[in-house]
């Protein structure tokens, strides 16, 4: 959904927002590693001052994912809130709006509207784990002969215990 900007009163906003999985994946250029299930919802409380917006509410998605250790897709109920803080590029840009709260990044809008897509996207995309795991107990897949370990021991002699990626960091040393 595109809101225009300049239809956001001063007195602020309250809207409910409903953005289709495919104009979330279409704004990635098609390459999310992750598909939505369902349309993404968002309740959104918009605050403006001048060319500064800043946005608060919660977002809910089904979002399915594939677990890090063993590739299997499941499927991740995301609701979580968020903030963000924008400001319209232009040449009246207003310096530390009252609006900013210290911690967010200022993000730039162009032109004359918010894409919420967009908006919901890139929220989804900060909050999702970077490795994600089917469940906290997946045992992966055997690093020898490739089968699931969580559908049993696969018998080939190798290795059972999964490759752990933080063996890899020990080694590491900053020089
Ligand atoms: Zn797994
Ligand atoms: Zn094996």
Not at 26 to 50: C, M, T, W, Y
Not at 110 to 139: K, N
């Amino acid at each position: 959904m595109k809101i225009k900007l300049d239809e956001i009163p001063e007195s602020g906003l309250s809207l409910d927002v409903v953005d289709e999985g495919r104009a979330l994946n279409e704004i990635a250029g098609g390459n999310l590693d992750f598909s939505f299930l369902a349309p993404v919802k968002a309740h959104l409380e918009i605050s403006r001052q001048g060319r500064s917006f800043f946005i608060s509410g919660e977002i809910k998605a089904s979002i399915r994912l594939n677990c890090s250790r063993c590739t299997r897709e499941f499927d991740y109920p995301y609701d979580a809130p968020f903030s963000a803080y924008y400001e319209r590029t232009g040449k009246n840009v207003e310096r530390d709006s009252e609006l900013k709260p210290a911690d967010l990044e200022v993000n730039f809008i162009e032109g004359d509207e918010l894409d919420t897509a967009e908006l919901l996207l890139g929220q989804i995309a900060l909050e999702l784990p970077m490795q994600p795991l089917c469940t906290p107990e997946c045992r992966g897949l055997c690093p020898k002969c490739g089968a699931d370990l969580n559908l049993g021991e696969c018998g080939c002699g190798g290795e059972a215990k999964p490759e752990s990626k933080f063996a890899k960091l020990k080694d590491f040393k900053i020089k």
